[in-house]
Protein backbone atom coordinates (compact mmCIF):
# COMPACT_ATOMS: atom_id res chain seq x y z
CA UNK A 1 0.00 0.00 0.00
CA UNK A 2 1.61 3.25 -0.84
CA UNK A 3 -0.14 5.92 1.60
CA UNK A 4 0.43 10.18 1.36
CA UNK A 5 -0.34 11.71 4.40
CA UNK A 6 -1.54 15.41 4.61
CA UNK A 7 -0.51 16.79 8.26
CA UNK A 8 1.55 14.70 9.34
CA UNK A 9 3.11 17.28 11.53
CA UNK A 10 -0.12 18.02 13.81
CA UNK A 11 -1.25 15.70 16.89
CA UNK A 12 -3.15 13.31 14.73
CA UNK A 13 -1.10 13.45 11.88
CA UNK A 14 1.55 12.38 14.49
CA UNK A 15 -0.03 9.29 15.50
CA UNK A 16 -1.28 8.37 12.17
CA UNK A 17 2.25 8.66 10.50
CA UNK A 18 3.61 5.96 13.18
CA UNK A 19 0.89 3.49 12.10
CA UNK A 20 2.17 3.31 8.95
CA UNK A 21 5.64 3.60 9.32
CA UNK A 22 5.30 0.16 11.62
CA UNK A 23 2.56 -1.45 9.69
CA UNK A 24 4.56 -4.22 7.19
CA UNK A 25 1.87 -3.59 4.58
CA UNK A 26 2.15 0.04 4.06
CA UNK A 27 5.24 -0.08 1.05
CA UNK A 28 5.85 3.40 1.58
CA UNK A 29 4.76 7.05 2.78
CA UNK A 30 4.41 10.21 1.43
CA UNK A 31 4.04 13.51 3.52
CA UNK A 32 2.82 16.43 2.59
CA UNK A 33 3.12 19.47 4.97
CA UNK A 34 4.38 23.14 5.87
CA UNK A 35 6.69 21.77 7.34
CA UNK A 36 9.07 18.28 8.02
CA UNK A 37 8.23 15.81 10.25
CA UNK A 38 11.91 15.67 11.16
CA UNK A 39 11.89 11.81 10.46
CA UNK A 40 14.17 10.16 8.47
CA UNK A 41 12.95 6.63 7.80
CA UNK A 42 13.70 4.49 4.37
CA UNK A 43 9.87 4.32 3.50
CA UNK A 44 9.24 8.13 3.98
CA UNK A 45 9.66 10.72 1.95
CA UNK A 46 8.73 14.40 2.60
CA UNK A 47 7.43 17.52 0.84
CA UNK A 48 7.48 20.83 1.79
CA UNK A 49 4.60 22.86 0.29
CA UNK A 50 3.46 26.02 1.60
CA UNK A 51 0.28 27.17 -0.64
CA UNK A 52 -2.27 24.37 0.33
CA UNK A 53 -4.72 26.33 -2.11
CA UNK A 54 -2.88 25.16 -5.71
CA UNK A 55 -1.08 21.48 -5.82
CA UNK A 56 -0.49 21.83 -9.31
CA UNK A 57 3.63 22.08 -8.85
CA UNK A 58 3.29 18.43 -6.84
CA UNK A 59 0.51 16.84 -9.04
CA UNK A 60 3.00 14.41 -9.78
CA UNK A 61 4.35 13.21 -6.82
CA UNK A 62 0.44 13.04 -6.13
CA UNK A 63 -0.18 10.71 -8.67
CA UNK A 64 0.07 6.14 -7.91
CA UNK A 65 -1.10 6.37 -4.06
CA UNK A 66 -3.32 3.74 -3.40
CA UNK A 67 -4.74 6.14 0.20
CA UNK A 68 -4.99 9.46 1.27
CA UNK A 69 -4.80 9.74 4.94
CA UNK A 70 -6.11 13.42 5.26
CA UNK A 71 -5.31 15.01 8.91
CA UNK A 72 -5.43 18.28 8.42
CA UNK A 73 -7.43 21.08 10.62
CA UNK A 74 -7.74 23.33 12.75
CA UNK A 75 -9.70 24.76 15.92
CA UNK A 76 -12.72 27.00 14.93
CA UNK A 77 -12.43 28.45 18.27
CA UNK A 78 -11.16 32.36 18.07
CA UNK A 79 -11.96 32.15 14.30
CA UNK A 80 -14.25 33.72 11.97
CA UNK A 81 -16.01 31.58 9.34
CA UNK A 82 -14.25 32.89 6.19
CA UNK A 83 -10.95 32.05 7.63
CA UNK A 84 -12.29 28.38 8.67
CA UNK A 85 -14.15 27.55 6.02
CA UNK A 86 -10.40 28.11 3.37
CA UNK A 87 -8.31 25.76 6.18
CA UNK A 88 -11.35 23.29 6.48
CA UNK A 89 -13.02 23.33 3.35
CA UNK A 90 -11.05 24.88 0.54
CA UNK A 91 -7.21 23.32 1.93
CA UNK A 92 -9.31 19.90 1.75
CA UNK A 93 -10.67 20.08 -1.83
CA UNK A 94 -7.53 21.84 -3.20
CA UNK A 95 -5.32 18.28 -2.27
CA UNK A 96 -8.70 16.04 -2.75
CA UNK A 97 -9.51 17.43 -6.44
CA UNK A 98 -5.85 16.52 -7.40
CA UNK A 99 -5.93 13.38 -5.63
CA UNK A 100 -8.94 12.31 -7.61
CA UNK A 101 -7.45 13.45 -11.08
CA UNK A 102 -3.86 11.47 -10.22
CA UNK A 103 -4.79 8.42 -8.31
CA UNK A 104 -8.49 7.91 -8.97
CA UNK A 105 -8.35 4.34 -7.77
CA UNK A 106 -7.30 5.29 -3.92
CA UNK A 107 -9.26 5.66 -1.01
CA UNK A 108 -9.63 9.03 0.54
CA UNK A 109 -9.87 8.99 4.91
CA UNK A 110 -10.52 12.46 5.73
CA UNK A 111 -10.80 13.44 9.77
CA UNK A 112 -13.29 15.10 10.47
CA UNK A 113 -14.90 15.52 13.76
CA UNK A 114 -17.40 14.52 16.56
CA UNK A 115 -20.55 17.06 16.19
CA UNK A 116 -20.44 17.46 12.65
CA UNK A 117 -24.46 16.78 11.80
CA UNK A 118 -24.83 19.88 14.68
CA UNK A 119 -25.71 23.58 13.51
CA UNK A 120 -23.01 25.45 14.63
CA UNK A 121 -20.46 27.30 12.33
CA UNK A 122 -17.88 24.80 12.32
CA UNK A 123 -20.36 21.55 12.17
CA UNK A 124 -21.52 23.09 8.82
CA UNK A 125 -18.24 23.66 7.08
CA UNK A 126 -17.01 20.52 8.20
CA UNK A 127 -20.47 18.35 6.81
CA UNK A 128 -20.29 20.26 3.56
CA UNK A 129 -16.55 18.86 3.43
CA UNK A 130 -17.48 15.74 4.20
CA UNK A 131 -20.33 15.63 1.24
CA UNK A 132 -17.80 17.33 -1.27
CA UNK A 133 -14.98 14.52 -0.55
CA UNK A 134 -18.17 11.85 -0.99
CA UNK A 135 -18.70 13.20 -4.35
CA UNK A 136 -15.49 13.05 -5.65
CA UNK A 137 -14.69 10.00 -7.93
CA UNK A 138 -12.54 8.28 -5.66
CA UNK A 139 -12.37 4.15 -5.49
CA UNK A 140 -13.85 4.75 -1.83
CA UNK A 141 -13.64 7.48 1.04
CA UNK A 142 -14.84 7.46 4.60
CA UNK A 143 -14.94 10.51 6.95
CA UNK A 144 -13.97 9.63 10.35
CA UNK A 145 -15.19 11.64 13.44
CA UNK A 146 -13.41 11.41 16.66
CA UNK A 147 -14.33 12.79 19.88
CA UNK A 148 -11.36 13.49 22.97
CA UNK A 149 -8.34 12.12 21.20
CA UNK A 150 -5.97 10.78 23.90
CA UNK A 151 -2.41 11.43 22.35
CA UNK A 152 0.05 8.37 22.54
CA UNK A 153 3.68 7.26 21.64
CA UNK A 154 4.61 10.89 21.91
CA UNK A 155 2.56 13.02 19.71
CA UNK A 156 2.06 16.37 20.66
CA UNK A 157 -0.42 19.68 19.88
CA UNK A 158 1.51 22.32 17.61
CA UNK A 159 -0.50 24.68 18.92
CA UNK A 160 -0.17 26.28 22.69
CA UNK A 161 -3.55 26.44 24.23
CA UNK A 162 -4.16 22.22 22.90
CA UNK A 163 -1.09 21.35 24.31
CA UNK A 164 -1.89 23.03 27.93
CA UNK A 165 -5.80 21.48 27.49
CA UNK A 166 -3.82 18.23 27.35
CA UNK A 167 -1.82 18.46 30.01
CA UNK A 168 -4.86 19.29 32.10
CA UNK A 169 -7.28 16.67 30.60
CA UNK A 170 -4.84 13.84 29.42
CA UNK A 171 -4.25 12.65 33.32
CA UNK A 172 -7.57 11.71 32.94
CA UNK A 173 -7.96 9.66 30.23
CA UNK A 174 -8.15 6.07 32.01
CA UNK A 175 -11.46 7.63 33.85
CA UNK A 176 -12.91 9.18 30.60
CA UNK A 177 -12.20 5.92 29.11
CA UNK A 178 -14.13 3.83 31.44
CA UNK A 179 -17.11 6.18 32.00
CA UNK A 180 -17.25 7.19 28.52
CA UNK A 181 -15.62 4.96 26.17
CA UNK A 182 -17.96 5.63 23.03
CA UNK A 183 -16.64 9.52 23.16
CA UNK A 184 -12.91 8.91 23.75
CA UNK A 185 -10.21 7.24 21.08
CA UNK A 186 -6.65 7.85 21.08
CA UNK A 187 -3.85 8.63 18.00
CA UNK A 188 -2.96 4.80 17.60
CA UNK A 189 -6.35 4.00 17.43
CA UNK A 190 -7.72 6.35 14.62
CA UNK A 191 -4.48 5.58 12.52
CA UNK A 192 -5.16 1.72 12.74
CA UNK A 193 -8.67 2.71 11.69
CA UNK A 194 -7.50 4.47 8.56
CA UNK A 195 -5.39 1.48 7.42
CA UNK A 196 -7.88 -0.78 8.52
CA UNK A 197 -10.57 0.95 6.08
CA UNK A 198 -8.51 1.14 3.12
CA UNK A 199 -7.38 -2.60 3.28
CA UNK A 200 -10.75 -4.17 4.11
CA UNK A 201 -13.62 -1.33 3.40
CA UNK A 202 -16.37 -0.61 5.72
CA UNK A 203 -20.27 -0.50 5.13
CA UNK A 204 -20.33 2.93 6.48
CA UNK A 205 -18.83 5.59 4.57
CA UNK A 206 -18.72 7.46 7.93
CA UNK A 207 -17.15 6.46 11.55
CA UNK A 208 -18.80 7.95 14.42
CA UNK A 209 -15.55 7.86 17.85
CA UNK A 210 -17.24 3.97 18.92
CA UNK A 211 -16.73 2.79 15.10
CA UNK A 212 -13.39 4.44 14.97
CA UNK A 213 -12.39 2.53 18.40
CA UNK A 214 -14.20 -1.09 16.64
CA UNK A 215 -12.01 -1.31 13.67
CA UNK A 216 -8.66 0.79 15.00
CA UNK A 217 -8.32 -1.93 17.85
CA UNK A 218 -7.58 -1.17 22.12
Known sequence: MKVVVFGASGMVGQ???RECLLDG????VLSVGRRSTGQKVAKLREIVHEDFTDFGAIADDLSGHDACFFCLGVSSAG??????????YDFTMAAARVLAERSPGMTFVY?????????????????????????LPFRAAYMLR???IQPLHGAVSSTPWTRRMYAVAG?????WKRLLPKYVTTTEQVGRAMIHV????????VLENDDINGVGGE
Do not use: C, F
Open 171 to 175: PLYPI
Open 111 to 135: VSGAGTDGRSMWARVKRETENALLD
Open 146 to 148: PAY
Open 79 to 88: MNETDYRRIT
Open 25 to 28: GVES
Open 15 to 17: GVL
Open 198 to 205: VRHGSQKR
